[in-house]
């Protein structure tokens, strides 16, 4: 398998960029040796996953309180508000 190539996106550099751990995301972290800065090539989404939202409207129809679906779900009250916007 060809590894892939990453292209810091502050100078362009795609020769000496090397790996720089993960983000708390789970994304990988990329270190430009050229221009000394760190970077993400795909940093993950912060929106909630398909499975996720479809469990927290799940809850929600269940009459599930609020907090109790921010807790079990480790959401924010907006993200559930957001959520409710747009179905
Ligand atoms: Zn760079």
Same mark, same amino acid.
């Given at each position: 398998?060809?590894?892939?190539?990453?292209?810091?996106?502050?100078?362009?550099? #795609? *020769?000496?960029?090397?790996? %720089?751990?993960?983000?708390?995301?789970?994304?990988?972290?990329?270190?430009?040796?050229? =221009? +000394?800065?760190?970077?993400?090539?795909?940093?993950?989404?912060?929106?909630? #996953? *398909?499975?996720?939202?479809? %469990?927290?409207?799940?809850?929600?129809?269940?009459?599930?309180?609020?907090?109790?679906? =921010? +807790?079990?779900?480790?959401?924010?009250?907006?993200?559930?508000?957001?959520?409710?916007?747009?179905?």
């Amino acid at each position: 398998m060809v590894s892939q190539v990453f292209q810091c996106p502050h100078c362009g550099e #795609s *020769e000496r960029v090397r790996r %720089h751990g993960r983000t708390r995301r789970g994304s990988e972290r990329l270190y430009c040796n050229v =221009c +000394r800065r760190a970077f993400t090539p795909s940093p993950k989404s912060r929106s909630l #996953s *398909e499975e996720k939202k479809t %469990h927290i409207l799940n809850a929600l129809a269940e009459k599930m309180p609020l907090i109790a679906i =921010c +807790r079990t779900f480790k959401v924010s009250p907006n993200t559930v508000y957001a959520l409710l916007k747009k179905t």
